[in-house]
């Protein structure tokens, strides 16, 4: 096993006082329109010679990929010639067809006579074209065989999808049946089909060799492995006698605490953590009569319950403890949740010492559009504030409405609809002082797909890693990034085959936790949502205590949201990173190096005290190891900040104060502290530039309590800023006027810095960075 080692602490420096609504998207001509012209002729000519590289086809067209200014109507297309056909459109990407030679050929004329400098008749249709391309093999594959490459068995199985021809009926079943008779000649055995106007699916087998032809198919929009991530049934149905008798974790394990439906405090998994249960619903008891609770406390007691029940080991660290808060419908209408909820936790804290409580619970009937934040979020806040707890909440799961896709759009939209009103966070996820959490998807494979090999009809709407077609996104106020992290909630799917009807809870695609019903025989349950995302974070939050027995709330969230980052998987699903972390936040933690360090990534922390327009400075150490030249490998800075402001709903800034960082390279702390000196008011703060290069920037994050930020680096130069300069990290604090007598003279904080050196598993970044440190001397911090 690899060697940890603690956090190292690091020590401050010293103190230092002091859109409106447009129009419609237009069409500008380019800078130089006979070069424009002249470039989309080149392009042309390559694209022709791409695709005069394509087989089969039902009839000759030639298929061109267009890339267009964002808001372009692809129909205008029709303006050039008639007989230019609209295939689809993605996003700014237009797949046409040319009907005909003389399609062909008219195009082109346009392009040479701009490109001459003459006259051209609705040029604001060129103008609007910014690249002509071919569909080449590359554009065919699909997710998971970019990803994994083709199997390296004999032969395999693939999943291929056709240029749908939904307006022409004849046009369609001649395609159907040329491509089937391809399939033949080419011995390539179709083992299943689902032929639809607007999708038509084929599952088959072939080698290599022919898969290579497939990709060079001029019908052929996508080629991609079948689904393979799945929930095998042999895993859900164990008898749970197999599993050895859970023992009660130690006396002074962490405490969780679970605010749900109850739980069923009997379940064999469950009952030797089960530390105390109580209802806090009037007139109700506190055992679970839905279920939803008991599926979350699995969640939250082991984290990764999957991966447990695939080994076959359950060894709980930490103590559970239930409140009931939700009645047997999963509700609260006997009076106001936020009471029930309030006396929950001061109960648990009071009397238990409890510190981190998951509520996996949303008021569909609250989404937050912005404005005031209200009732349990500002509950939840000023909890937070007074108490020093810490709440992992559920970003809340999409509502099926007259609002969502329908059918075949579940996957075709796919993810841009999670950026629509519908899918706002709701109510508590907007609590600045929580940590809220989306979902992601796990498995692509659904119970029926895993019994039926080569039926292709049931189509995950999600590939593994990447946001659940039911996770909502934010922002909350201010603008602040929520939600903050995510984990595996689950999936949906559609069936070609019954008019693409969503199959959610029975595709199977959710996340596998305890069942209430487990006297019955049935002691485990699938299910999906952001419930089931959140009590994992809880899981991993609570679990810090282990290390850190002292640990802040402030620390836990500064410390998950360090370690997390962006699944590869959904990385480049949206166009513009502010997209993606409205959904996806700061991404998915990983616990690698969470609750001690280790040689190639070192993590800094302190905690801190700062008053009212002051700066606090901290110099972090960058050995020279670091940053050596040589072969390009990934290197990265990260740092974390959490505060938890007092708030008030009355006023136009929710919270009180603003507490941020900056990364800066400057030569010496006299020359990075001048700067900063001069800089107390916001507009002057702004301006100063920090390290270039950060993921997610100083403006976003610097909106909520708990900002985040990384800087990678493949290479560094010898003009490279860490290789000349020191490296600092700037921590401000400014009150909102109205706010300085709530703020106590001096607000806490918790900072988190790490390096690590990611490639280089035989790195000693650790033993540098604490010979530094430890050669420092002490610097007296002026009070």
């Not at 590359?138 to 240029?163: C, H, N, S, T, V």
């Not at 859900?236 to 197999?242: A, V």
């Not at 939600?483 to 695609?509: C, F, K, M, Q, T």
């Not at 300085?740 to 900072?751: A, I, K, P, Q, T």
Request: aromatic share 8%; with cysteine; proline share 6%.
């Amino acid at each position: 096993m690899e060697e940890t080692f603690p956090h190292l602490n690091i020590q401050r420096e010293a103190p230092v006082n002091e859109k409106r609504p447009g129009g419609g998207p237009r069409t500008a001509p380019p800078d130089d329109v006979p070069s424009h012209g002249r470039w989309l002729l080149g392009k042309l000519a390559n694209a022709t010679r791409e695709t005069s590289e394509d087989i089969g086809g039902f009839d000759e067209r030639k298929l061109f990929r267009f890339t267009v200014q964002k808001g372009f109507n692809p129909d205008d297309l029709r303006k050039i010639s008639p007989e230019i056909e609209v295939v689809s459109q993605e996003d700014e990407t237009v797949i046409i067809g040319f009907a005909t030679n003389a399609a062909m050929a008219q195009f082109e004329a346009r392009l040479s006579s701009m490109a001459s400098g003459q006259y051209v008749t609705n040029k604001e249709v060129i103008y609007a074209l910014q690249s002509v391309d071919g569909w080449s093999p590359d554009d065919r594959k699909g997710w998971a065989l970019r990803q994994q490459g083709f199997p390296a068995d004999e032969d395999f199985l693939l999943d291929l999808e056709i240029w749908p021809l939904e307006d022409k009926p004849d046009a369609r079943e001649q395609a159907w049946t040329k491509f089937e008779s391809w399939l033949s000649e080419q011995s390539i055995k179709k083992l299943d089909q689902v032929r639809k106007p607007e999708l038509t699916l084929y599952r088959v087998r072939c080698t290599t060799a022919q898969a290579e032809l497939l990709l060079h198919h001029r019908d052929i929009r996508s080629i991609d492995l079948p689904p393979s991530f799945s929930l095998e049934r042999s895993v859900e149905f164990q008898d749970i006698q197999q599993f050895p008798e859970v023992q009660a974790p130690s006396a002074e394990a962490p405490g969780i605490v679970v605010l749900d439906s109850g739980i069923a405090d009997g379940h064999p998994l469950l009952k030797g953590a089960v530390a105390k249960t109580a209802s806090f619903l009037p007139g109700e008891g506190p055992h679970d009569e839905n279920g939803h609770g008991t599926h979350v406390a699995g969640l939250a007691l082991y984290g990764d319950f999957e991966k447990h029940l695939r080994k076959g080991a359950f060894t709980p660290t930490l103590r559970l403890y239930s409140g009931r808060i939700l009645d047997k419908n999963n509700e609260n209408t006997t009076g106001f949740v936020e009471n029930h909820i309030e006396e929950a936790v001061r109960y648990f804290f009071m009397e238990h010492n409890c510190r981190v409580f998951n509520l996996s619970f949303g008021d569909s009937n609250k989404p937050y559009f912005g404005g005031h934040l209200k009732g349990l979020s500002v509950t939840l806040d000023t909890l937070s504030r007074e108490l020093g707890v810490l709440f992992v909440v559920s970003s809340g799961n999409h509502q099926i409405s007259a609002d969502s896709p329908n059918g075949l759009e579940w996957r075709d939209q796919y993810p841009n609809y999670l950026l629509n009103k519908s899918w706002q966070i709701i109510e508590p996820a907007p609590a600045l002082n929580a940590l809220t959490v989306g979902s992601l998807a796990r498995h692509n494979k659904t119970f029926n797909s895993q019994q039926h090999s080569h039926d292709p009809a049931e189509i995950p709407i999600a590939q593994p890693g990447q946001p659940s077609p039911f996770s909502r996104s934010g922002r909350s106020v201010d603008g602040a990034i929520k939600p903050e992290l995510v984990a595996h909630g689950g999936n949906w799917a559609i069936n070609a085959r019954a008019s693409y009807l969503l199959l959610d809870r029975v595709a199977r695609l959710g996340v596998i936790s305890t069942n209430h019903k487990f006297t019955s025989g049935y002691p485990f349950l699938v299910d999906g949502g952001t419930s089931m995302a959140a009590p994992q974070v809880a899981h991993l939050a609570a679990s810090i205590f282990h290390e850190h027995p002292d640990a802040t709330a402030n620390f836990i969230r500064a410390q998950l949201c360090l370690n997390a980052a962006i699944p590869q998987a959904s990385q480049h699903i949206f166009m513009q990173n502010k997209a993606l972390s409205r959904v996806c936040g700061y991404g998915e933690v990983d616990d690698t190096a969470l609750k001690r360090s280790l040689e190639n990534a070192v993590t800094l922390v302190t905690e801190g005290r700062i008053e009212n327009k002051r700066h606090h400075f901290y110099e972090i150490p960058v050995p020279p190891e670091f940053t050596s030249s040589g072969k390009k490998r990934l290197r990265q800075i990260a740092v974390a900040l959490a505060y938890t402001p007092p708030v008030r709903s009355t006023r136009i800034k929710y919270r009180a104060t603003r507490i941020d960082f900056k990364l800066i390279a400057a030569r010496d702390l006299e020359h990075v502290t001048t700067m900063f000196n001069k800089a107390t008011k916001k507009d002057d703060y702004q301006s100063i530039k920090e390290l270039a290069g950060a993921t997610i920037g100083q403006t976003a994050r610097s909106k909520g309590t708990v900002q985040a930020d990384s800087w990678n680096f493949l290479q560094f130069n010898s003009n490279s800023a860490l290789r000349n300069k020191k490296l600092f990290v700037v921590v401000t604090r400014n009150d909102f006027p109205w706010g300085e007598s709530l703020c106590d003279s001096e607000e806490s904080y918790s900072l988190l810095v790490s390096l690590r050196d990611k490639d280089n598993l035989s790195a000693q970044l650790y033993t540098h960075i604490k010979a530094r440190l430890d050669a420092r001397i002490p610097v007296r911090v002026r009070v």
